[in-house]
Each structure stands twice: as structure tokens, then as C-alpha cells.
């Protein structure tokens, strides 16, 4: 195979070697959420779509394993149910910062490191206002 | 690709040719993603309960099960190339040939049993089951 690597020579530096930024962040948070979601979300996904076509019995199974006997969701449902939308919204949010960059704008120093961080703020705000609205619904 | 010399094979994989396909495909998934996910996030939250009964009529609709079968084609298209990138930025040996072996087979097989089960529910809501 053409691409095996010869372990006697040295493999360039990776991120260990570099003064972090906003960007850089930004670029390796993308990779993160997205194979997140593309193996937890996925399994979870068609978990979900399986099971709601098994019947009732089999859905009440999954819905058991995330909520509370209230009906409420339970510390497992929180951590994926809030994991996976923030995972969701920053992915999105960088996505749409990234289709400005392949069209060749927003490189200038300031304004790429601005739109970097504002990625994690668009996605926090995104998260708490989807779950605020979830919450409410229930209670109210 | 030729096997010709180095140069040789270089050409027509620059952004003028082949090599852009990947790039533009990805590009065109994260669109109708951004669509779609936006939709089906928004939808569920809008539900009245979260019960089988309630969602299976949900999915029931036509303009339910349709776009959530094209999310599943987009999503997955999608993720299958941006896994296989992270894998070919990752793995240099034989593992890279394994990884994307199974990467492949793990996107046919969950789009597969997503797809078929989104049919079933639309076909059988309110049937007994």
C-alpha cells in the first residue's frame, strides 16, 4: 500500500506544538461535535427510529433508559439530550462560518477570530433557548 | 488516475477536476443539513406529547416522513465524508483501509435500518401493532 508510513522517520508536530486561538479552537471543535454526533447521534438516532417501529412496548423500553418514572428526563437523558443539540448547534454554527471561508471572506485576523468565538456564543445561546422553551412546554 | 509519473497523477486532481468532488459534495449535504435539522429540532419541540401514539401519527404525514427520510440521506452522506477525512488525517497504515471499510458498512447499515423503520411507522400508524 503506497500510503504506509515508515515509523523511522518523524511525523510533523500536531496541536501540542502551537500558541492556541479562537480559530484553531474552533476548526478542532468542528471535527469533535461532528464525529460525536456522526457515532453517538447516529446510534441514538436509529436506536430511537427502531424502536418506535418495534411498537409501544419497545419504545417505552428506550424512553425507560432516559427519563424518570415521572416522565421527566433523568440525568442520562440531560447529558445526551443537551450534549448532542449544543454538539448540534456549535457544528452548525462553525459550518456556516466555514461556507463564508470557502468563499473566501472573513480571513481578515480581527474579523476570523470574532466570528470563531462567536460560534461558541451562538451555540450556548442556541442550546439554552431550545431546552428553555422544552422546559417551559413541560412545566407549564 | 495514471500511472505515470508523479506530476502525471497530480493533474486533474487540483480544484479545476476531480479533486473539488468531494469538497462540493460535502458542501451541498451541509446545506440541506442546515435545512433539515433546523426543521426536524424545530418540529419535535413543537410536539404536543412524546408518547409511540403521538409521534407515529407525526411521522405518518407525508410532509413528516418525506423530509425525515432526505435527512437521513444528507446527514449520513454527510458524516460518511467527514468521518472518511478524519480518518485519512489520522490513520496512515492498514488501519485507515479497516476504519473506512467499516465506516462504510456502518453508514449503509444504520441509513438502512433508519430509513426502514421511518417507513414502517408512516405505514402502520394507527394499525394495530
Given at each position: 500500500m503506497a500510503n504506509v508510513r515508515n515509523s523511522a522517520r518523524p511525523l510533523s508536530p500536531h496541536l501540542s506544538i502551537w500558541k492556541w486561538g479562537p480559530s484553531m479552537a474552533v476548526s478542532i471543535t468542528h471535527r469533535a461535535t461532528g464525529s460525536g454526533m456522526a457515532t453517538v447521534g447516529t446510534i441514538l438516532f436509529v436506536w430511537w427510529l427502531s424502536a418506535l417501529a418495534s411498537g409501544p412496548a419497545a419504545y417505552a423500553a428506550f424512553v425507560d433508559l432516559f427519563t424518570l418514572s415521572s416522565g421527566k428526563l433523568n440525568i442520562v437523558g440531560y447529558v445526551f439530550g443537551i450534549g448532542l443539540t449544543l454538539s448540534f448547534f456549535q457544528h452548525m454554527a462553525s459550518g456556516v462560518r466555514h461556507l463564508f471561508l470557502d468563499a473566501g471572506?472573513?480571513?481578515e485576523l480581527k474579523a476570523n477570530k470574532r466570528t470563531a468565538l462567536a460560534t461558541y456564543f451562538v451555540a450556548v445561546i442556541l442550546t439554552a433557548g431550545f431546552w428553555a422553551f422544552l422546559l417551559e412546554k413541560s412545566n407549564g | 488516475m495514471g500511472n505515470g509519473t508523479s506530476i502525471g497523477r497530480v493533474r486533474?486532481?487540483?480544484?479545476?477536476?476531480?479533486?473539488s468532488h468531494g469538497w462540493w459534495h460535502h458542501k451541498i449535504s451541509a446545506g440541506s443539513n442546515l435545512i433539515l435539522v433546523l426543521w426536524f429540532l424545530i418540529s419535535l419541540a413543537l410536539l404536543p406529547a412524546y408518547d409511540s401514539a403521538t409521534l407515529a401519527a407525526w411521522i405518518a404525514q407525508p410532509l413528516v416522513a418525506v423530509p425525515l427520510i432526505l435527512l437521513v440521506v444528507s446527514v449520513f452522506y454527510h458524516f460518511h465524508h467527514g468521518l472518511t477525512v478524519v480518518i485519512e488525517d489520522y490513520q496512515h497504515d492498514h488501519t485507515r483501509f479497516v476504519l473506512l471499510l467499516l465506516l462504510k458498512y456502518f453508514t449503509i447499515a444504520t441509513a438502512t435500518l433508519a430509513i426502514f423503520s421511518i417507513l414502517k411507522v408512516a405505514f402502520t400508524a394507527g394499525a394495530a401493532l
Open positions: 471572506a472573513n480571513f | 486533474g486532481l487540483g480544484s479545476a477536476h476531480e479533486g
